[in-house]
């Protein structure tokens, strides 16, 4: 069975600098996907970053972006030039590949806070 | 932007009584889920529905949950006899095809059992 790790519980970081979530994961699969997820108070869960196994290059969206290390099964996500906003939940989480019926293990979250 | 819609956003019910949470998917989406999440707890799968049928559940859907998508649009979550440790925040999502991983998330419906 696969399980996902946030060891990070709660976190604050200053606007403008950058912060680092960690998640680990542990699978016997080779290939499967990756997500970070946000969400803000009392909102939906967005995604933030996706990662897929078999690609070496750690995913970038904007301010976001991953260190994936397959062998070392960890997925961290740094937030850069954190804004006000970033302020939310942050879930990673682990899905199959194909053959999933698209069943996602979440972690526990990490709260982010943003101070300005 | 398409997004998944969830109702009621609250509810409180007693202990014994049934309820139902409502979810319309993003129209093009195939792939249909349940997840709640207890408070201070981890998201927890529920559920996955696809093709008019359940594809995949955990050990948490009992006899007492059920889904179904009446009419083509709606796709709901129902428990027939509550129990305190249900209450919880329910997520549905939805996803286009089975290859893109990404799931959409709705808002959450926050269901209390007295």
């Known amino acids: 069975a696969q399980t996902v790790t946030q060891s990070q519980p709660e976190m604050s970081v200053q606007e403008a600098e950058t912060v680092t979530l960690s998640c680990t994961y542990d699978t016997s699969e080779s290939n499967y996907y990756l997500f970070w997820y946000k969400q803000p108070p009392s909102r939906q869960m967005i995604l933030v970053i996706r990662?897929?196994?078999?690609?070496?290059q750690n995913a970038t969206e904007n301010r976001f972006s991953v260190n994936f290390q397959k062998a070392a099964k960890s997925f961290s996500l740094k937030i850069s030039d954190s804004q006000l906003g970033d302020t939310a939940m942050y879930f990673c989480a682990f899905m199959k590949h194909r053959g999933s019926q698209g069943n996602l293990i979440f972690g526990k979250g990490t709260k982010l806070s943003v101070k300005p | 932007e398409p997004e998944v819609t969830q109702t009621p956003s609250h509810q409180v019910t007693q202990m014994g009584q049934e309820v139902i949470l409502r979810c319309v998917p993003i129209s093009n989406h195939l792939y249909f889920y349940w997840y709640r999440q207890i408070l201070g707890q981890k998201v927890e799968f529920l559920v996955s529905?696809?093709?008019?049928?359940?594809?995949?559940k955990s050990e948490i859907f009992d006899d007492q949950f059920s889904v179904e998508r009446p009419d083509g649009s709606n796709f709901t979550l129902k428990i027939r006899s509550t129990k305190l440790e249900d209450s919880a925040m329910y997520f549905c999502?939805?996803?286009?095809?089975?290859?893109?991983?990404?799931?959409?998330f709705g808002e959450g419906s926050r269901l209390t059992v007295l």
């Open positions: 529905f696809y093709n008019n049928e359940i594809s995949e």
């Open positions: 999502a939805s996803r286009e095809t089975r290859d893109t991983g990404e799931l959409f």
């Open positions: 990662q897929e196994a078999y690609k070496q």
